[in-house]
């Protein structure tokens, strides 16, 4: 089970922080991912993390804002935002990947296990 937490109103500009707690599995057997989908898109990628938090992927419009961290003892994965704007605005959900890989998991089919989303609005 995930459950993300953190989201809300911020101001352009401004930051939040994510955080997904993991329940129920060996949380350092999975990578983990930040996926985000906006009104009428389709969901997608904003950073991944692999098992060990040596490797990590971010999508374009996250690299120099969006920060991905881990913290295996404390099964939870987070996601440093700063410098949001109107176009973060969006449900943020964590993901779990099976497997210990030495890259992050890009692909959205290749995430196993979802967390329910949390809603980050970012006015102008």
């Known amino acids: 089970q995930l459950q993300a937490c953190g989201g809300g109103l911020v101001q352009a500009g401004g930051s939040l922080r994510l955080s997904c707690a993991a329940s129920g599995r060996t949380f350092s057997n999975y990578g983990m991912g930040w996926f985000r989908q906006a009104p009428g898109k389709e969901r997608e990628i904003v950073a991944g993390i692999n098992w060990s938090g040596s490797a990590y992927y971010y999508a374009d419009s996250a690299k120099g804002r969006f920060t991905i961290s881990r913290d295996n003892a404390k099964n939870t994965v987070y996601l440093q935002m700063n410098s949001l704007n109107a176009e973060d605005t969006a449900i943020y959900y964590c993901?779990?990947?099976?497997?210990?890989?030495?890259?992050?998991?890009?692909?959205?089919?290749?995430?196993?296990?979802w967390g329910q989303g949390t809603l980050v609005t970012v006015s102008s």
């Open positions: 993901a779990a990947a099976g497997g210990k890989m030495t890259v992050a998991v890009v692909r959205l089919d290749r995430y196993n296990y």
